[in-house]
């Protein structure tokens, strides 16, 4: 992966905590002194069986609020092709008005909304049979906010619901070609038999639309109130083989294919027309506001 970011983050760390004791001897401490010490492990470590791949997970007790850009991102450049390319990548935003809401609080003109993520881990996946890593990926037990984005190619899923004549339909990756995809994709849209057929053809997009047209979405499940909640599921993934990772909270499993693979989980819903003529905007990445179509 080949980036250049900028940015900042304010990072508190859990640790265990313990008055120092300057003494000339060691001595043991009895159960009443350790029953008075309350703290958390810096590091946890797990072991999870599945059905075809054995996992460890280490996962770090941090809290994470930032503002990043990065101002490009290639990974998995191989076989005359990206599996994620993309630029002027950002977490979290500044708000450009007064009164502004995002994360069930309210903001003002310049205040800087911040990425959160709590708990990072790094997960192996590792062949039993063989004896050797299928995958890694990096994640967070639970995370929300702002990505922005100007991509090209994008291996994954994008959590989409996408409006189109009064229904709502699951978002679908596309190549160039309409054909559906998870793998290099650079389209996004409805592929469904109650729908229109997609058409990604440059001027006569139908149900179809390119993803540099997507610039700014939300991560986050759907909460009460129009307020984002926290996802498990999001994550950057780096395979051999497909795998099957399951979500730190164990409630689903996503299969990651080989190469690459992106899980950006949103609850946003955006009109499939919107999305073909005007695109979503993208959100003020940086202080100075540059407009809503930056690049």
């Known amino acids: 992966m080949r980036q250049r970011a900028y940015g900042y983050a304010a990072v508190t760390l ?3 905590g313990i008055a120092p004791v300057a003494q000339a001897e060691l001595k043991p401490i009895s159960e009443e002194t350790m029953g008075e010490v309350t703290g958390q492990a810096f ?7 599945g059905d075809t791949h054995a996992f460890t997970r280490m996962t770090l007790t941090m809290d994470v609020e930032t503002r990043m850009n990065v101002d490009d991102v290639q990974a998995g450049d191989i076989d005359g092709g990206v599996d994620f390319a993309a630029q002027h990548v950002a977490l979290g935003h500044i708000a450009r008005n007064d009164g502004e809401q995002f994360n069930g609080r309210t903001y003002s003109a310049g205040d800087t909304v911040h990425f959160e993520a709590f708990k990072p881990y790094i997960e192996l996946a590792e062949d039993p049979a063989e004896g050797k890593l299928s995958g890694f990926r ?4 639970q995370a929300r906010g702002s990505v922005s984005s100007l991509t090209s190619s994008f291996s994954g899923d994008i959590g989409l619901k996408l409006v189109s004549g009064g229904q709502e339909y699951d978002a679908t990756l596309f190549d160039e070609n309409a054909q559906a995809t998870n793998y290099r994709a650079s389209h996004i ?13 440059a001027g006569s997009e139908t149900n179809c639309a390119p993803l540099t047209h997507l610039q700014s979405i939300t991560v986050g499940e759907e909460g ?18 497909g795998v099957d990772w399951q979500s730190p909270d164990g409630s689903t499993v996503i299969n990651a294919g080989k190469g ?14 919107q999305l073909i003529t005007q695109g979503v905007d993208r959100l003020q990445t940086h202080r100075d506001d540059m407009g809503t179509r930056l690049f």
């Open 14 to 16: 859990f640790c265990l």
């Open 43 to 49: 590091m946890q470590i797990e072991n999870i069986p």
């Open 138 to 141: 990096m994640g967070f037990e």
């Open 189 to 201: 849209g409805i592929n469904d038999p109650a729908a229109a057929p997609a058409d990604c053809t």
């Open 224 to 241: 009460v109130d129009g307020v984002t909640d926290f996802t498990s599921d999001f994550f950057i993934g780096f395979q051999r083989e």
């Open 260 to 273: 690459v693979f992106i899980n950006l989980p949103t609850s946003m819903k955006v009109d499939m027309s």
